[in-house]
């Protein structure tokens, strides 16, 4: 008897459980949108970076925690970002993880089925100038003028990349064939032309993708980048 009892309770215990489990979650869905453009501070347009993985947006809600776990954004490779997807609250927001210096964390309030706009403006380790990419011959000449906007980085090296099956060339995705490797950077390559001439192997009909990417040592081993430019072959 004393056993009936007890397997009766469990079966009790195990029912109330499943009916806890099975509440309706009343939180409301996020709604809340953040939107925003992180600017070059060399330029005042949005900056240019590598897609995907060219930068990133920190957010972390405050208006819940003390100490919230960071939350991050891909940014695009126009320099925009966008969530669509947050609850409302109060966030400290930043740019980080770029070829820039990150910047200071800004404090911002989402409300439901709003838009929030905000605006970083950050530092890029390398700007370009005077860039030229343009077809000759059978190849093509990349021109462009480096500048270095950080004193102590270290410079690194300069590639050219160049692409046919994608428009989202860069450091992660490049045809070596057409691809000028690492070149280093030294110090008489600041301010003056740099002109590069590309492997003639581009293949008749098809359109390349072609940009110049260059680095100084950051702790995410990422380029500046130039915009793309198209040349149909």
């Known amino acids: 008897m004393k056993k009936f009892q007890y397997i009766i309770s469990i079966a009790c215990i195990t029912a109330a459980s499943l009916l806890v489990s099975c509440e309706v979650d009343n939180y409301d869905a996020p709604d809340g949108i953040m939107t925003g453009r992180v600017i070059d501070a060399t330029t005042g347009i949005p900056i240019i970076s590598e897609q995907p993985n060219g930068y990133q947006i920190r957010y972390d809600e405050i208006s819940w925690s003390d100490n919230p776990t960071p939350q991050y954004l891909w940014g695009k490779a126009d320099g925009t970002f966008q969530n669509t997807k947050m609850f409302a609250g109060t966030y400290e927001v930043s740019a980080v993880n770029g070829a820039f210096i990150s910047t200071a964390v800004?404090?911002?309030?989402?409300?439901?089925?709003?838009?929030?706009?905000?605006e970083f403006t950050v530092t890029p380790y390398i700007s370009f100038s005077n860039v030229s990419i343009v077809k000759e011959g059978a190849t093509v000449r990349a021109t462009f003028t480096l500048s270095?906007?950080?004193?102590?980085?270290?410079?690194?090296?300069?590639?050219?990349?160049?692409?046919?099956a994608t428009h989202y060339v860069g450091a992660t995705e490049s045809d070596a064939s057409v691809s000028v490797a690492s070149v280093a950077i030294t110090e008489a390559d600041l301010g003056v032309p740099i002109s590069v001439l590309l492997p003639a192997q581009f293949v008749s009909g098809k359109t390349y993708y072609i940009r110049v990417g260059a680095?100084?040592?950051?702790?995410?081993?990422?380029?500046?980048?130039?915009?793309?430019?198209?040349?149909q072959f």
């Open 215 to 231: 680095k100084c040592e950051n702790p995410n081993g990422r380029y500046n980048m130039t915009e793309i430019v198209s040349i």
């Open 106 to 118: 800004q404090t911002i309030t989402i409300k439901s089925e709003q838009a929030t706009n905000v």
């Open 148 to 164: 270095r906007n950080i004193p102590d980085a270290a410079l690194v090296d300069y590639r050219v990349f160049a692409s046919a």
